[in-house]
T-cell receptor, first 110, second 120 residues
Framework: QKEVEQNSGPLSVPEGAIASLNCTYSDRGSQSFFWYRQYSGKSPELIMFIYSNGDKEDGRFTAQLNKASQYVSLLIRDSQPSDSATYLCAAGTGGFKTIFGAGTRLFVKA | DVKVTQSSRYLVKRTGEKVFLECVQDMDHENMFWYRQDPGLGLRLIYFSYDVKMKEKGDIPEGYSVSREKKERFSLILESASTNQTSMYLC???????????????????FGPGTRLTVL
């Protein structure tokens, strides 16, 4: 069974701090990785994707991938209360399927 | 902007009823997906379709069927609704752009707003 594991949280950080969200995946054949943000009662929306080892930055967001350790992370700098949401990590396992983690709830305190 | 729409935001049905959930995307995407999302379990794939009239079972297809007669529309059918099918149902679509590795691997999925189904 191919899996993507995330700590369910909640992860609580003060406003302005760095939030660090982590994810591990079981399928070494996974080639692409996604971070989706999901507000309560809403559908997921993509915020980052990464498929090469290393870091990828987009504004306040940085995705990190370490294929040797099968580890993906998302850093949110200068966290804002509007960042409070559930963050889903997902892995494209090849073919047509994407495996989603159960999500980490982030709470940013004003 | 990609738009994925679902026929209902909220739906209440009785046990044993046949339920149709419709999903329409307007970006000519080849791939379409149906997921259900339950607390603590994340998104679980029910069925997906990689092109018109094509369908593949996902991880939890039991009790469901699908139909894709047109490229833009992907329907999920609950043949005989049961209380354990109470859930949030999410439709998604994805373009089939090619790139390194397997086709479609690198592409994000675009989600519809979801249908919260309650089966009484």
């Amino acid at each position: 069974q191919k899996e993507v594991e995330q700590n369910s949280g909640p992860l609580s950080v003060p406003e302005g701090a760095i939030a660090s969200l982590n994810c591990t995946y079981s399928d070494r054949g996974s080639q692409s990785f996604f971070w989706y943000r999901q507000y309560s009662g809403k559908s997921p929306e993509l915020i980052m994707f990464i498929y090469s080892n290393g870091d990828k930055e987009d504004g306040r967001f940085t995705a990190q991938l370490n294929k040797a350790s099968q580890y993906v992370s998302l850093l949110i700098r200068d966290s804002q209360p509007s960042d409070s949401a559930t963050y889903l990590c997902a892995a494209g396992t090849g073919g047509f399927k994407t495996i989603f983690g159960a999500g980490t709830r982030l709470f940013v305190k004003a | 902007d990609v738009k994925v729409t679902q026929s209902s935001r909220y739906l209440v049905k009785r046990t044993g009823e046949k339920v149709f959930l419709e999903c329409v995307q307007d970006m000519d995407h080849e791939n379409m997906f149906w997921y259900r999302q339950d607390p603590g379990l994340g998104l679980r794939l029910i069925y997906f379709s990689y092109d018109v009239k094509m369908k593949e079972k996902g991880d939890i297809p039991e009790g469901y069927s699908v139909s894709r007669e047109k490229k833009e529309r992907f329907s999920l059918i609950l043949e005989s609704a049961s209380t354990n099918q109470t859930s949030m149902y999410l439709c998604a679509s994805r373009p089939l752009k090619t790139g390194p590795g397997l086709a479609g691997t690198y592409n994000e999925q675009f989600f519809g707003p979801g249908t919260r189904l309650t089966v009484l």
